[in-house]
């Protein structure tokens, strides 16, 4: 009898997450993984079935038992397949094929190779690829699919906005580009990115913060937020094509993009903005770049860049990176760049029971009109931002 070793292949999450997303009809016309002729045929022409499929669908994972199994597998056999110790599926084998690597990592990233992103993804992957028919069970993906039909019937949606972000953290540019999309559209569908690496910010931070935003100062009700799980696929400069179709098959008729998000490839020519959804061939979605806005310090409000009048050294940039920066260091933002609220959550998530009294600050330093409130650290953070503000 054959060891419980011998039919099974081992995958993380973040490979389970893939072959969901194809499972459900998100990688449309993909749908299932690419025996060896298709991959040759994509890698060649960046085509499958006439549609733009930047890099092959393809199930290689790395890892000894894994190379083990694949390098002898016979057609019709039936493999398990395992993650983080639970079984999650089954795959029939139809064709077993070796891959080059190094050419697999080129069409995932689609171009630099030397950065530590595609260092990550290099290791992931093995020396064989397995085709054939599979079925695995993420119900996040499915949920996350029921989610939004109900809400595009409920509305009876026909102009639906997607847009991909971070909200690493989410700002005030964040927010007057959602604001200005609404008013645009029947609904806005939000796909906040669930990175498998560890983030200063949690996923669940950001999505309670993008929530707060969403329910007290846009109009919540034609708004959808849809974790979208942000896997090896999404990466280099081919994530923008993939995040197109993704969000087309979610039901999207329009993807917008801010105009300094990596990978994009941004230039102008003849006064026409050019950029990698240029590529994009037979994928029925409308992709939008947004100007980048900023805080003018002549104007006194957050502006586009491309039609402010004054020069950059009035600009004040909203840089996520830089913000997060401060936040790291337990530094409140200014409230031109993320609002009171969104900063307090953050600061009292990243430094936990910092006040060793802080009943004493708040009858210290907090106005009080005599009725007792709550006082946990996030309100003390709102009420110190707004001290701040104040000037004599």
Do not use: W
């Amino acid at each position: 009898m054959a060891s419980p070793e011998k039919n099974k292949l081992f995958i993380d999450k973040e490979a389970l997450a893939a072959l969901s997303l194809a499972q459900e009809g998100l990688l449309y016309p993909v749908t299932t993984l690419m025996d060896q002729k298709e991959m040759e045929a994509v890698n060649q022409s960046g085509l499958y079935q006439n549609q733009t499929f930047p890099c092959p669908f393809l199930l290689s994972p790395n890892g000894k038992r894994n190379q083990h199994i694949l390098s002898q597998v016979k057609k019709g056999e039936v493999l398990d397949i395992v993650s983080e110790g639970k079984l999650v599926g089954s795959i029939t084998a139809s064709e077993t094929y070796q891959i080059d690597k190094l050419q697999r990592l080129e069409k995932i990233m689609g171009g630099d190779l030397s950065t530590t992103e595609a260092a990550t993804t290099l290791q992931r992957l093995g020396d064989y690829a397995i085709s054939g028919e599979y079925q695995v069970e993420f119900e996040d993906i499915k949920q996350a699919k029921k989610i939004l039909e109900e809400k595009i019937a409920l509305l009876g949606a026909k102009k639906i906005t997607g847009v991909m972000m971070s909200a690493n953290p989410i700002h005030i540019a964040h927010e007057r580009m959602l604001r200005e999309e609404l008013a645009q559209c029947d609904l806005l569908v939000i796909f906040l990115l669930k990175p498998y690496k560890k983030d200063s910010i949690s996923y669940h931070l950001r999505e309670k913060c993008m929530q707060y935003i969403a329910n007290h100062f846009l109009i919540k009700d034609k708004i959808c937020i849809i974790a979208l799980d942000d896997t090896y696929l999404f990466a280099g400069q081919n994530k923008m094509i993939l995040y197109a179709i993704v969000a087309k098959n979610y039901g999207c008729t329009k993807l917008i993009v801010g105009q300094n998000t990596a990978n994009l490839s941004v230039y102008y020519a003849d006064n026409t903005i050019h950029s990698v959804f240029d590529r994009l061939q037979g994928v029925d979605i409308e992709t939008k770049i947004i100007s980048e806005y900023v805080y003018c310090s002549l104007c006194k409000t957050l502006v586009s860049k491309s039609t402010c009048p004054h020069g950059h050294h009035h600009h004040t940039n909203y840089n996520a990176e830089s913000i997060l920066e401060l936040l790291k260091l337990g530094i409140p933002p200014p409230s031109i760049l993320v609002r009171d609220q969104i900063a307090a959550m953050i600061l009292s998530y990243l430094y936990p029971n910092r006040f060793s009294n802080l009943k004493r600050l708040y009858y210290d330093l907090v106005p009080s009109d005599g009725i007792l409130h709550s006082q946990n650290e996030e309100e003390f953070y709102i009420q110190l931002m707004r001290l701040y503000q104040n000037s004599f």
